[in-house]
Each structure stands twice: as structure tokens, then as C-alpha cells.
């Protein structure tokens, strides 16, 4: 099987990291396994990984400080927060630190795999197209770079793909339901939340620009028609 790239695996509980390695390796990812957040650290800087699933609740250096480091070296390797605590309030800390997605324990292996696939493929540039213009925002799909008036805005792959979702047809207004959908590839329409802090993330990486972004209320998004 061709291999996809390798997945840095970091979880302190062995039953669990086997599952997630048996599943990931089977889907043809290579993987490696850390069991705490300073050899996790050492582990990306080492191996350069595709993705990462990160335990939140590590011992030490919990998983959201591991991704509060990685994000302030300017690492935005794609990374799938696995928690065990069904807190929306942790959840949306971690995707505001820059985390890509997160699945709660106990998942399905199989999600898993599919949410680290979808990461790998949106990270990788599989969105084609031309560059959009949305006021002083441009979005280059191709080279999966944004630049508000030429200055370059460094996003996860997840926010770049909701981003370009949007900026794909201007003036259109899309629901969380249809985001979580298509940026995203999940049906579990419960966690429609998640679609709002990460336009909130957006909106503040993107400054003065953050019009560019419109919310319609009781329905959902919209990128800014108006050039």
C-alpha cells in the first residue's frame, strides 16, 4: 500500500495509541508514537510529520500546550485533537490555539482515519482553482496561500478551506450544516460550533480585513460580494 505520509501519534494510554496506530497504518500513513507532549516536540522538529493526533489530556505538557507551542513557532503542521472530556468550553480553546479538528473519546477508529485523511488532503493543496479577491483579501487555491493588501496570513488547513469555500462563490450564504459538509467532510451536524470559532480564528488573523467574512443571522456565512 502506497504510504500517505506520516502521522505523529502522541497518547499516554497504550491501548488506545495502538488502536489509533493500527488503524492509521492499515489506511497506509506510516506512524510514530509519543507518549508525552516534550518528546512530541522533539518528535515534529525530528520527523517533520504529515499530521499530528494529539491527546488533550497529557501527562506534564498537556496536548493544548503542545499545540500553543507548535502554532508560536509558526508549525502549522495539521493536528487532530483526541479529548476525553465532553466540554464544549475545551474543545473550542484548543481550535482557537490552532488545532484542525478534534474527536472525542470513545470514537471510532475509522473517523479518525477519515478526519486525518481529509487534513492530509486539504493540506496538501488538493483545492484547485484561480485566485479570488475579496476586498483587500486575496485567495490563491492553488498555491494555498491568503494575503491581505500583499501581506501574507498564516492559517491552518482547515481555516484556509473554509476560506476558500466561501471566497469559491461570493454573496452565496452557506449554513453551518453545508460548511461542516464540505470543509469538513462530517454529517455530525451537533458540532456546528466548531464552524463558528473557526470563522471567528479567521476573522481575527485577517485584521481590518475581517468584512470579508459575513454573517447571516440565523442562517451562516457569506464571503463579502462587493470587491
Known sequence: MEERGLVLIVE??????ELERLYLGGAGFGVHVETDGRKALDAVVRLRPTAIVLDIGLPGLD?????????GRGDWTPVVFVTARDDEVDRIVGL????DDYVTKPFSPRELV???????????GAIAGDVTTLGPVSVDSARRRVEVDGRRIDLTATEFDLLAHLASQPGRVFTREQLLSSVWGVADYSSSRTV?????QLRLKLG?????IRTVRG???SAA???
Open 114 to 124: 477519515a478526519r486525518v485523511r481529509g487534513l492530509v488532503r486539504r493540506a496538501s
Open 225 to 227: 460580494d462587493d470587491g
Open 63 to 71: 496536548g493544548i500546550e503542545v499545540c500553543r507551542i507548535l502554532r
Open 96 to 99: 482557537e490555539l490552532g488545532a
Open 208 to 212: 481590518e480585513a475581517a468584512g470579508a
Open 12 to 17: 499516554d494510554e497504550p491501548t488506545i495509541s
Open 196 to 200: 463558528d470559532v473557526h470563522v471567528a
Open 219 to 221: 442562517v451562516g456565512y
